[in-house]
């Protein structure tokens, strides 16, 4: 199976909190990530959180990190439909490879 | 900011063509990576480039090839165009710091 799996469509109310999942398979995961792609563009970094750390907040933005699950979720609060993009999670392991995993991504649809 | 500069955002090339896809960053990072992203399929890693002249195949290497002459610039080939070639392509750089990449807008290839 894939490493990192994201659901692949999630569609919410304009105003609404939307929750972004994501799991992975290695716990020695060192650095967890969420990219935002636009349509049309490459993607962003959003926000990443250290595997010590269990929640990260940055304005709109939560990322919660369960490491006894290994899941992670990314929570926009008052979704808009600025928010409307395709969102990668992606882990980088520690040790051997520095290149990350990343999931298929998700296509948030925000709608009125 | 680091900035990913992909030289086109959209090409059309006729099957057979030799293609090159140029990225160029301005960061002084060492390491630089090629990746194809196609629905359903999320992003692919084609190839990557850890210092001046020196390369390394990802995932689906078969019909590209790379050159990096320079630190700033990590270019795509492909050598005879083909139809199951078009795709968004995305050019990245890597902060060894955090581990987080930097992606290129994507230049968006259609061979015909």
């Known amino acids: 199976g894939e490493d990192v799996e994201q659901s692949l469509f999630l569609s919410v109310r304009e105003g609404d909190s939307s929750v972004i999942n994501c799991t992975y398979t290695d716990s020695s995961s060192t650095y967890l990530y969420w990219y935002k792609q636009e349509p049309g563009a490459g993607l962003q970094l959003l926000t990443y959180?250290?595997?010590?750390?269990d929640m990260k907040q940055d304005q709109r933005l939560t990322v919660l990190l369960n490491k006894k699950d290994k899941h992670l979720s990314l929570r926009i609060a008052d979704t808009q439909t600025g928010d409307s993009a395709i969102y990668f999670c992606?882990?980088?392991?520690?040790?051997?490879?520095?290149?990350?995993?990343f999931g298929r991504g998700t296509s948030l649809i925000v709608h009125p | 900011d680091v900035k990913v500069t992909q030289s086109s955002r959209y090409l059309v090339k006729r099957t057979g063509e030799k293609v090159f896809l140029e990225c160029v960053q301005d960061?002084?990072?060492?390491?630089m990576f090629w990746y194809r992203q196609d629905p359903g399929l999320g992003l692919r890693l084609i190839y990557f480039?850890?210092?001046?002249?020196?390369?390394e195949k990802g995932d689906i290497p078969e019909g590209y090839s790379v050159s990096r002459e320079k630190k700033e610039r990590f270019s795509l080939i492909l050598e005879s165009a083909s139809t199951n070639q078009t795709s968004m392509y995305l050019c990245a750089s890597w902060n060894s710091r955090d581990g987080s990449y930097t992606f290129g807008s994507g230049t968006r290839l259609t061979v015909v």
């Open positions: 992606a882990e980088k392991r520690r040790g051997g490879s520095y290149i990350p995993t």
């Open positions: 480039s850890y210092d001046v002249k020196m390369k």
């Open positions: 960061m002084d990072h060492e390491n």
């Open positions: 959180i250290f595997s010590n750390m």
